[in-house]
């Protein structure tokens, strides 16, 4: 019923910039959160950026002051910029939204499918 299309992973230098982006597609649904997590290897799935309903932004401590995320309403997505990158910011990240459908109260977790970002030293 929805489905959430990923882009903007990559290999990029150290201290370089990316830009991944989500948009979620369907119909009778709206947003009740929207953003990014990523995984390293051997590392716990983490937060870090997440835009919620009426435009609240919480950012991981590691990325605060480096990594923006951006919401556009009417495309149902949202962009994160990825500047000064470091090798320990490399890892599989995914896509994440917290989604009502219909006039139902009930809150469903959607992921992408997850894209690679490597920063070389």
């Known amino acids: 019923q929805v489905q959430l299309v990923e882009s903007g992973g990559g290999l990029v230098q150290s201290g370089g910039s990316l830009r991944l982006s989500c948009a979620a597609s369907g119909s009778d649904f709206s947003i009740v959160a929207m953003g990014w997590y990523r995984q390293a290897p051997g590392k716990q799935r983490e937060l870090v950026a997440v835009i919620i309903s009426g435009g609240r932004i919480n950012y991981a401590d590691s990325v605060k002051g480096r990594f923006n995320i951006s919401r556009d309403n009417a495309k149902n997505s949202v962009d994160l910029r990825m500047n000064s990158l470091k090798p320990e910011d490399t890892a599989v990240y995914y896509c994440?939204?917290?989604?009502?459908?219909?006039?139902?109260?009930?809150?469903?977790?959607?992921w992408g499918q997850g894209t690679q970002v490597t920063v070389s030293s």
């Open positions: 994440k939204a917290i989604i009502r459908l219909g006039r139902r109260d009930n809150e469903y977790q959607y």
